[in-house]
Each structure stands twice: as structure tokens, then as C-alpha cells.
């Protein structure tokens, strides 16, 4: 096959009976058989729109060897629908060489421009009067880190996981403890927006992400993002003598608890108010953000039910982007669904019905 090709065709784009010839990563494969013990490969291909089920069902193992997991494979494929679902049904495949094209085609990433999201990162910095935690603060987010902390995905697979998703994260989490410090005044808001800012930088460490699939690096598994968060903003915080050890052990307390149970990784439970307001604040941005990625799927302008997701132990009601309106006077009110209906067809897949315990998206 000749590769001599670029990406025009993304996964989301792919219609049932298309006709296929373009370039995809690989994100996941199986050698496996059919009931008749004939080799067949299941892949997974993925770019940044999505990804897509793909099989090769004749010469499965000559092709295995070209089909790496990370590996950017030319493909030539017809799409057809299996299980209400479109696959690929793969006739050639290719591996393209490293560096032969470039990666952010594959590579998800945020729909906001980094340089705006830093502009809004320093700006949140400028807010925090304390004279400990600012420097802490312009100490921990300059250099080489933060260019890793504006790349970085905020979790594998479950939410922001994406480049620059720890810093859009970052940012919508700090800006929810913004409006919570002016809904409740007693609040000690400098340490609640500082420890939003930081609450997550041990996922720098936690993840390698330079190259896609996203996969956990071994000091991840071994220690995981809180506790490595935590020793960087020591490590850091030896440099700025103003602060105190009760005032770093407050933060502290707020990036290991954030998890807010010992099963969902955190050492230690929410034991202040602005512990507890960041535990929400953060959990309640993750399922945001893993909603709305569910509800991209949808149409626009349709109610559709989910597959049962078992991060949230139930169905979800999912809402289609918004519909384009015409101008015109014929606009209907805020809060209208211009379909107005709802189906019965699944979006998001997660697994079988029966769950095991509500899980971390984490």
C-alpha cells in the first residue's frame, strides 16, 4: 500500500459503507481467534476526534507485527456496522515511521488555546494576597514544569483526558473555589484557591503522556499523583522560609485529602471546610467533563439515554449539543429542547449493568 498519504478522514467523520483510506494510532490490540480457531485481529484506532473498533479477519498475524500499540498505521478499510456500532473492517495496514508524520492529528486535545489558559493561570496567581502561598505559588508554575503542567492530560481515560485537560481542569476547579470564597466569606480563600491550583500537579509525574496512549508511569502506579503532588509542594515550599509548618501542613491536608475517601486513593479524609469544598469542587468538574464527552456523541438538539456508566453506577439522560438556529423571530425560549424527544439509543458504552461499587474518575 502506498503511504504516502496524509490525515483527511477523522473517527468521528466515518459513516456507515465509507470507504477508507487514511491514517490512524493504535490504542489498543488483540490476537484472537474465531469459534472456528481462525486468528483474527481486534484493534482499537483512535485520533483526536475519537476512536473506532477495527478488525483484520485474513492474514492476522502477518499484519500484527505492523500494528504497535502507539504505532501510526496507514489503513484501508470499508466501515460497516456490527452490534449498532461502526467498525472497520481493515483489508491493509501499514505502520508509518516514527516522526514520518506529525502527532497532533492523534493526539486529544483541549478545545481552549493554552496560551489563554496560561494568561487565566497567572491571573488566578495575581489574586492570592497571602505572602507565603503567592510565592509558593510563582515558584511552583514557571520553567520546565509548567510547560509539562500545560501539556498534560488530567486522568487516562475518565476526565480531561486530553492535552492541556489538567490545566483546563485546573482552572475550572480553582475558578468554582473563586466563586465559593465570595458565596461564603468566612472561608479561607487564599489557601481554598491555592490548593486548587495545586491539587493535581503530582499528574505530571503521575503520567506519561508524550507519546498516546496515555499510560501511568511507574512512580504513578507505585505512589500515585496525591502523594507525589504533595512532596513536590514540600520540596518546593523549603524555598520560601514565610511559610510556616502549620500553613503548608493546612495545604498539605487539602491536596492528600481531595479524593475525599481512603478507597478513591486519599490518605486521609476531608477534615477542614475548605478540604471539603475542594473535594466537591473537583468531583464535581470531573463528572461535568465526563458528561459532556458522553453528550458529544448525542445529536444536536436530541435527548438520548446512555449505556449504563458504571463510574456513576446509573443511565444518564444525555443532551445533544445545541441545534443551530436560524435568525429570526421564531427563536425559542432559553431552556426549550428545539427536538423535544427522546430515544432509546445508547451512547458511551461502559460495561455491563451490574456495577461494583461506585468508582473514581480520578
Not at 443551530?324 to 455491563?352: H, K, L, Y
Request: hydrophobic fraction near 40%; include cysteine.
Amino acid at each position: 500500500m502506498n503511504i504516502d498519504i496524509g490525515k483527511t478522514i477523522f473517527v468521528a467523520d466515518i459513516r456507515e459503507g465509507q470507504q477508507i483510506r487514511d491514517l490512524f494510532l493504535v490504542s489498543r490490540k488483540t490476537l484472537a481467534e474465531t469459534k472456528n480457531g481462525k486468528p483474527y485481529l481486534a484493534l482499537t484506532l483512535m485520533d483526536r476526534s475519537g476512536e473506532i473498533e477495527a478488525r483484520i479477519w485474513e492474514d492476522a498475524a502477518r499484519f500484527e507485527s505492523q500494528a504497535e500499540i502507539g504505532q501510526i498505521v496507514a489503513v484501508e478499510a470499508l466501515a460497516k456496522p456490527f452490534r449498532d456500532q461502526l467498525q472497520l473492517n481493515i483489508t491493509s495496514l501499514q505502520a508509518v515511521e516514527d516522526g514520518a508524520v506529525p502527532l497532533d492529528s492523534f493526539m486529544p486535545s483541549s478545545k481552549r488555546s493554552v496560551r489563554e489558559m496560561k494568561s487565566e493561570l497567572a491571573g488566578l496567581i495575581r489574586t492570592v494576597n497571602d505572602p507565603a502561598l503567592r510565592p509558593l505559588l510563582e515558584a511552583t508554575f514557571q520553567g520546565a514544569f509548567l510547560k509539562q503542567f500545560c501539556l498534560a492530560p488530567a486522568a487516562k481515560m475518565m476526565h480531561h483526558a486530553y492535552l492541556g485537560g489538567l490545566l483546563e481542569h485546573t482552572l475550572s476547579v480553582t475558578g468554582l473555589a473563586v466563586g465559593l470564597s465570595r458565596h461564603y466569606p468566612g472561608l479561607d480563600r487564599d489557601l481554598l484557591v491555592a490548593s486548587a491550583l495545586l491539587h493535581d500537579i503530582g499528574k505530571v509525574r503521575e503520567f506519561s503522556f508524550s507519546s498516546v496512549p496515555f499510560d501511568y508511569t511507574e512512580s504513578g502506579r507505585l505512589i500515585g499523583h496525591l502523594v507525589l503532588g504533595s512532596e513536590m509542594v514540600r520540596r518546593r515550599a523549603e524555598q520560601i522560609p514565610e511559610l510556616s509548618p502549620e500553613r503548608l501542613d493546612r495545604l498539605l491536608h487539602l491536596i492528600l485529602s481531595h479524593h475525599g475517601r481512603h478507597e478513591f486513593g486519599s490518605p486521609c479524609l476531608p477534615m477542614t471546610v475548605e478540604a471539603i469544598l475542594l473535594h466537591h469542587i473537583d468531583d464535581m468538574d470531573a463528572k461535568v467533563n465526563y458528561i459532556d464527552r458522553l453528550s458529544e456523541q448525542v445529536e444536536p438538539g436530541r435527548h438520548q439515554w446512555s449505556d449504563y456508566q458504571r463510574p456513576l453506577e446509573r443511565f444518564l439522560l444525555l443532551r445533544g449539543p445545541e441545534a443551530e438556529i436560524p435568525p429570526g423571530p421564531e427563536r425559542p425560549e432559553a431552556g426549550n429542547d428545539p427536538g423535544g424527544r427522546e430515544t432509546t439509543t445508547r451512547a458511551g458504552g461502559n460495561g455491563p449493568e451490574q456495577g461494583k461499587g461506585q468508582q473514581s474518575l480520578f
